[in-house]
């Protein structure tokens, strides 16, 4: 990016990454402990988690900005 007054900068996009293959074993292996986070409220909790995280941050940067 240079310094064009009058004129808008644009970055370049950057790379997608390439597509990530799973054996079998490893997919099977998710499924089931997806299953049991699912079973146990454990996936709940993340979620929650995960809201009240982004929450924070979201405040963090309306401060700071």
Do not use: W
């Not at 007054?5 to 293959?21: E, L, Q, V």
């Not at 074993?25 to 929650?48: C, M, N, P, S």
């Amino acid at each position: 990016m240079q310094n064009n007054p009058g004129r808008t900068a644009h970055t370049t996009p950057a790379a997608s990454p390439s597509c990530i293959d799973f054996t079998e074993e490893q997919l099977i292996a998710f499924d089931r402990a997806y299953a049991v986070a699912k079973d146990t409220g454990a996936l709940d909790k993340l979620r929650v988690a995960a809201a009240v995280s982004l929450d924070l941050s979201h405040n963090r940067s309306a401060r700071l900005a």
